[in-house]
Each structure stands twice: as C-alpha cells, then as structure tokens.
C-alpha cells in the first residue's frame, strides 16, 4: 500500500511525501499524480522517508522525474542505492 501527502512546509511548489510500497499499481497512481503537477508547470519534490520499498518500475518513475526536475529527498540508504545502481532503459 501506497500513501501520499502534501507536506505542509513553506516551499514554493508541491511537496510530496510517500510512504509505503512504491510496486505495481502504486506507481501508476503515483505517476498519474505526477504528471499532473508537473503539466502545471509547479515544481515537484518528492520525500521518500517513509518508502520502505520500490520494484523496478517505482525506481524507474523516481529517476524518470528526477530528470524532470523533481527534487528526491530524504530516501534510505537502501532506496537511494536502489535509485542510484538503477540502469536506465533502453
């Protein structure tokens, strides 16, 4: 299960956090929710403390918006290592 809020912090643009498992259908909500804030033009950061794991498809969402601009904070070692060791497709 999946959980996402809006954090009530004093940033100019949408502060997400997640929380849970980020696999299967999870990501597609997340990613839904995503390309939403970002058609907007709002800038998007993402605070993946309470995410305690990702299946391929979240690592690939996560560096997919990393590369849109989307600041990723607070991750586990494991989920950082996880992002970071991730091969892009091709």
Same mark, same amino acid.
């Given at each position: 299960? @999946?959980?996402?809020?809006? #954090?009530?912090?004093?940033? #100019?643009?949408?502060? %997400?956090?997640?929380?849970?498992? @980020?696999?299967? $259908? =999870?990501?597609?909500? %997340?990613?839904?929710?995503?390309?939403?804030?970002?058609?907007?033009?709002?800038?998007?950061?993402?605070? %993946?403390?309470?995410?305690?794991?990702? #299946?391929?498809?979240?690592?690939? %969402?996560?560096?997919?918006?990393?590369?849109?601009?989307?600041?990723?904070?607070? =991750?586990?070692?494991?989920?950082? =290592?996880?992002?970071? $060791? =991730?091969?892009?497709? #091709?």
């Amino acid at each position: 299960m @999946l959980r996402i809020t809006l #954090d009530d912090s004093d940033w #100019d643009g949408i502060p %997400l956090v997640v929380e849970g498992k @980020l696999v299967g $259908e =999870s990501v597609a909500e %997340l990613d839904r929710l995503t390309a939403l804030i970002l058609r907007e033009g709002k800038p998007l950061r993402m605070d %993946l403390a309470g995410v305690s794991f990702m #299946d391929d498809a979240g690592v690939q %969402l996560v560096k997919r918006l990393q590369t849109l601009g989307t600041q990723v904070n607070n =991750s586990s070692m494991y989920i950082g =290592s996880l992002i970071r $060791e =991730s091969k892009s497709p #091709d």
